[in-house]
């Protein structure tokens, strides 16, 4: 089917509001709604923004930190809102997506993309004014890396997509350093190179396992066009810059020696990971064993690898100052 096609089948799937019809709200629909924000995935992205916010020099009230955090976590879904209505046509030929609202049509995509527009606006407007307008500019500037650089011009062009693109996940502890601050310091910009250099592993580790799903999309993942034993090669390559990485923030003075012990140990786990994904899935003559496994671990363990490194840095800044 092609893409108009696609999604005009989708565009005709059926309509949506959280009201049900007898103007009762009906908690699936809740439920949807509150999926076209990719829940999960803003988690960490909060939680690293808050970690941003704990370990800035100075003082904000509680009340707009946590409306700075609110601002960041509404801002993470509702590009993530834009982005399920933009992806509708790929997201229903991807086994992994085609169960979302839109794909499966529970909501209309022009209901999700007023959503997100709403909720993107409204989240840079408040973080402006409740915090400064440096961390209103560098949250409108992530929605928009994820959206425009990301989503809608680089996804599907180029295997470079999430290496750019990911500019956008690098930013929220940035965020909440300068919604503290009104600054981005060279503290936030370390924050900033961290999860920059951890992207490619954390997604190319996921694109291994569903490479038949972009491949059946026509997403040029790294895997689809330079096959997975490129994409193993460049995860390890970014992974050995990224395990160092994690100890500048010892190294520039902005976090002590705990911190740094931990980074090491997190970093070495990590690679640990990553060298099992390089190493186990070639037979001898190259050919790929369809071993899953250590891909899978090693995506996971990305995640546990920067919540537990973001823990650290908090708890370094809060145990010893
Ligand atoms: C361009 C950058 C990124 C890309 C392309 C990417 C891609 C993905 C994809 C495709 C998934 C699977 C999602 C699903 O099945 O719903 C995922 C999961 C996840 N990502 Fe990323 N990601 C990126 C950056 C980030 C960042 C910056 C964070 C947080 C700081 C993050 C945190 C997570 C988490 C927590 C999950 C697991 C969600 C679950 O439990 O299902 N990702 N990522
Ligand atoms: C503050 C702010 C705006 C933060 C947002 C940053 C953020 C979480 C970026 C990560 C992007 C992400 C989850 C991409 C998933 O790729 P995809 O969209 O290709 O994945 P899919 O196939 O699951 O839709």
């Known amino acids: 089917m092609s893409e108009s096609a696609i999604k005009t089948d989708i565009q005709l799937g059926g309509a949506s509001a959280p009201l049900g019809a007898s103007g009762e ?22 939680f690293t923004g808050l970690v941003g916010l704990l370990v800035a020099p100075g ?7 946590a409306t700075a955090i609110l601002c960041i976590a509404v801002a993470a879904g509702a590009s993530g809102a834009i982005n399920m209505w933009y992806d509708r046509d790929i997201d229903a030929v991807m086994r992994r997506t085609a169960s979302r609202p839109i794909p499966a049509g529970r909501i209309r995509p022009q209901a999700a993309l007023t959503f997100g527009i709403f909720l993107a606006i409204a ?43 990911g500019a956008a996940g690098a930013f929220p ?22 999860i920059f250099v951890w992207t490619p592993p954390h997604f190319w580790s996921l694109a291994l396992f569903a490479n038949g ?22 995860i390890w390559l ?35 990971a990553i060298w099992r994904v390089k190493r186990d899935v070639q037979d001898e003559a190259g050919v790929s064993r369809s071993n899953d496994a250590p891909a899978r671990y090693a995506f996971k363990f990305s995640i546990l ?6 823990a650290a840095l908090a708890a370094d800044r809060m145990i010893f100052g």
């Open 59 to 65: 003082h904000i009230h509680p009340v707009l930190a």
């Open 123 to 165: 989240s840079v407007v408040v973080m402006g004014l409740a915090t400064n307008w440096v961390a209103g500019a560098a949250l409108a500037g992530s929605i928009g890396f994820y959206v425009f650089i990301y989503t809608m011009w680089l996804k599907r062009r180029t295997p470079q997509n999430i290496v750019i693109g």
């Open 238 to 272: 970014y992974s050995l810059v990224m395990a160092p990485l994690g100890l500048l923030p010892t190294v520039i003075g902005m976090a002590g020696l705990a911190y740094g012990a931990a980074a090491l140990v997190l970093g070495g786990f990590f690679l640990e």
């Open 173 to 194: 502890p940035a965020i909440g350093w300068a919604a503290v601050t009104g600054n981005l310091g060279v503290e936030a910009l370390v924050m900033f190179a961290i």
């Open 25 to 46: 709200l009906d908690l699936s629909e809740v439920r949807d709604w509150i999926a076209l924000l990719k829940p999960r995935v803003m988690s960490l992205v909060v």
């Open 305 to 310: 690898y920067l919540f537990l490194l973001f």
């Open 213 to 234: 799903d972009y491949q059946r999309a026509g997403v040029p993942m790294l895997p689809v066009v330079a096959g997975a034993k490129e994409t193993r090669r460049q």
